[in-house]
């Protein structure tokens, strides 16, 4: 049975998933927005084992524990930073999502909690956003039968009813 997708709006800290996903900086020592939040949260271990990774280059994506989180992992990724959708940023931000499945593939993950990643202070419309990252769902869900439930978290209304109006454009059945 193809995993479940949920749209919802949350604290993304506050869920206890098998990992959630970082919308990280190149450094991946944390930030503002989401990042900044979940490192809070997670404690200094994810700091310091974050350190030991050397960054990670957009549209890449690296995995680690979740230490104070309720969540076992977290993935952190880096989403590109918009300048207009002509310099690769619908391939990076495909990319981006591609490898947090993948990543969590490779633990056998069952359950991934992903942020609107890139559409915060790095200006990715949100619609557009919402589009790539529903679709990699799909794709995800098909390919990855160990996969029971991806979540997409929103921090706000807005937020979460724009992922709910592009998934209904898609023919998404998603739960709350």
Known sequence: MPAIIEIIQAD????????????????LLGGGGVDGAIHRAAGRELVLECAGLHGCETGDAK???GYMLPARY??????????GGDQGEPELLQSAYRRCFQAGHQRGLKSIA???????????????????????AQ?????????????????????QQVYRETAAALGLMCGS
């Open 12 to 27: 993304i800290t506050t869920l206890a998933v098998d990992a959630i996903v970082n919308a990280a900086n190149n450094t």
């Open 63 to 65: 995995i680690t524990g």
């Open 74 to 83: 977290v993935i952190h990724t880096v989403g590109p930073v918009w300048h």
């Open 114 to 136: 992903f942020p609107a990643v890139s559409a915060g202070v790095y200006g990715y419309p949100m619609r557009e956003a919402a589009t790539i990252a529903l679709t990699a």
């Open 139 to 159: 794709e995800a869900a098909a390919l990855y039968p160990e996969l029971e439930r991806i979540i997409f978290v929103q921090f706000s209304e807005g937020a």
